[in-house]
């Protein structure tokens, strides 16, 4: 099972269960405070995965780090690979 479809499975169980609440398809009477709560859970939840992620990408972005050889051999690639092009005739 891919992680989309694992996913794809915890939303619909949850989407699921948060309409049958909602709308007392279990024949469950919640108390009104519990209603009020339970109708804008799924923005709630999409607001808390939102920040999640932001502060996941800053953090990894805040955390990473350069690779210095590599860039310098890369670099060096680069112009051993411009000097052969040069030499076959192809100008810059």
């Known amino acids: 099972m891919t992680k989309l479809t694992q996913w794809l499975w915890g939303l619909a169980l949850l989407g699921s269960?948060?309409?049958?609440?909602?709308?007392?398809?279990?024949g469950l009477e919640l108390p009104f405070p519990c209603q009020e709560v339970l109708w804008p859970l799924p923005a709630y939840?999409?607001?808390?995965?939102?920040?999640?992620?932001?502060?996941?990408?800053?953090?990894?972005?805040?955390?990473f780090h350069d690779c210095e050889d590599a860039a310098r051999e890369l670099q060096s690639q680069i112009l051993?690979?411009?000097?052969?092009?040069?030499?076959?005739?192809?100008?810059?």
């Open 17 to 26: 269960a948060w309409a049958a609440l909602t709308m007392g398809a279990l």
């Open 45 to 63: 939840l999409l607001v808390s995965a939102g920040c999640y992620a932001l502060g996941t990408v800053g953090y990894r972005v805040a955390t």
């Open 80 to 92: 051993e690979a411009r000097a052969d092009l040069a030499r076959r005739g192809l100008r810059f």
